[in-house]
């Protein structure tokens, strides 16, 4: 069992940056692709990052690439999602997601477990 606790959410405005956190706790979290999802008011929940569980490949989704950075520290548990140059589409809540032995190319039928969401509300 793993347990994934999001913080670093928050109201920016458009421009600014933020960076979210994900610790886990539970089984060691270096077995696990880690990955961020957001779900917008009134939108399905969609992929933003994810990266290996060895953490030599990450992926975006198009509408992030350039301006969010995904990373993960083993040492301390915790994956991290750089955001910078938000935009008022980027508000939403962010959920973190573990997947055993996955690529970066986590979908969400292949998540194991879910934290339970962060917000993040970018004003214009």
């Known amino acids: 069992q793993v347990q994934l606790v999001e913080s670093g959410g928050g109201l920016v405005q458009a421009g600014g940056s933020l960076r979210l956190s994900c610790a886990t706790s539970g089984r060691t979290i270096s077995m696990y692709a880690l990955g961020w999802f957001r779900q917008a008011p009134g939108k399905e929940r969609e992929f933003v990052a994810a990266i290996s569980w060895r953490g030599d490949s990450s992926n975006y989704a198009d509408s992030v690439k350039g301006r969010f950075t995904i990373s993960r520290d083993n040492a301390k548990n915790t994956v991290y999602l750089q955001m910078n140059g938000l935009k008022p589409e980027d508000t939403g809540v962010y959920y973190c997601?573990?997947?055993?032995?996955?690529?970066?190319?986590?979908?969400?039928?292949?998540?194991?477990?879910w934290g339970q969401g962060t917000q993040v509300t970018v004003s214009s």
């Open positions: 997601a573990a997947d055993l032995w996955g690529t970066s190319d986590i979908t969400q039928p292949k998540v194991d477990f």
